[in-house]
């Protein structure tokens, strides 16, 4: 069995190294693993995309339509215009934050009202405030791990896992706080 997950965010919260983290956690665990940046902008502001696939062999890393059993979402109009790959019984997981794309700045858009709700129609989704738990920490750019911690507990492996692959992934003066935001979040309730 293959395990689908798909990583959306806005340029600058951390989408790819979340990616990086699920695919080094899934590797530690004896998976073979596939992690894909299928759409994406290097620079802020631009929507990212980010698909993590692991199992015992896993052939290609691009996530179909309809069959990812997690998405990660850092900001909540990513969320919507992912959602369509979500499984039928998949979970999404979303930061709940609202970035303006560049088309709602310039006034040629209006950013949707009602997204969760909207979301939770069709789908189950858990929302979290990431933002919000980073800055009590005292780090907002730690943002990316709070929500990965509250996500982590619907992609499976141990908490502990976990804390040693954020440890081997984060740069080493960050370990500490990249920690205390996965397990606030990974705690959330």
Known sequence: MTKNIMIVGVGGQ?????????????LAEGYDVKISEVHGMAQRGGSVVTFVRFGDKVFE??????????IIAFERLEAKRYSHFLKKDGVLIVNDCKIEPMTVVIGAAEYP?????????KHRVYAIDGAKIAKELGNSKVLNSVVLGFGA???????ERWLDT?????????VDINK?????????K
């Open 14 to 26: 951390g989408t790819l190294l979340t990616s990086r983290i699920i695919g080094k956690a899934a």
């Open 61 to 70: 890393p691009v996530v179909e339509e309809g069959c990812a059993d997690v």
């Open 113 to 121: 009202e009602g997204i969760l709700e909207s979301l939770s129609d």
């Open 153 to 159: 507990s619907h992609i499976g492996f141990s908490e």
């Open 166 to 174: 954020v440890a081997a992934t984060v740069p080493p003066k960050t």
């Open 180 to 188: 205390a935001a996965f397990c606030r979040g990974y705690n959330f």
